[in-house]
């Protein structure tokens, strides 16, 4: 019995892994066409930019998937990011979402804010 609770990841671990893996396929399906979709020179940056934040939550993912803590680490990076992406792009920038839906922000910002809790919640309890 003991043998399997050091083999299985801790529940806060598995919280963690759940909205990351939430944010990549949101990333994957939505942001990323999404920021092709975008024209002018100052979004040209949302191409190159929006790629390496998935990537990063991908490796974030891998690596807690091998109990190591600074998954946890690039997923508070990225929900960080999260938090001020719709700020950034819709309110500074003035781009429209792609489907000028005006509460869309609401929903990363959300995911960003549940990320940081469950990596700040998985990080304390880390075993």
């Not at 892994?17 to 994957?28: D, G, S, T």
């Not at 975008?38 to 790629?51: A, L």
Request: charge should be positive.
């Amino acid at each position: 019995m003991e043998r399997n609770k050091k083999e299985r990841s801790s529940i806060y671990i598995q919280s963690a892994i759940a909205m990351m893996l939430i944010q990549l396929v949101h990333k994957i399906v939505r942001e990323i066409p999404g920021s092709f979709g975008f024209m002018g020179e100052e979004m040209r940056i949302g191409m190159v930019v929006t790629p390496i934040f998935a990537f990063l939550l991908a490796v974030g993912i891998v690596l807690l998937v091998l109990k190591i803590k600074w998954g946890l680490v690039l997923g508070i990076i990225d929900g960080t990011c999260i938090l001020f992406q719709p700020i950034l792009v819709h309110i500074i920038l003035a781009k429209p979402d792609v489907n000028s839906i005006w509460w869309y922000p609401v929903f990363p910002i959300m995911q960003g804010l549940l990320i940081i809790y469950f990596c700040i919640l998985a990080w304390k309890k880390f075993d």
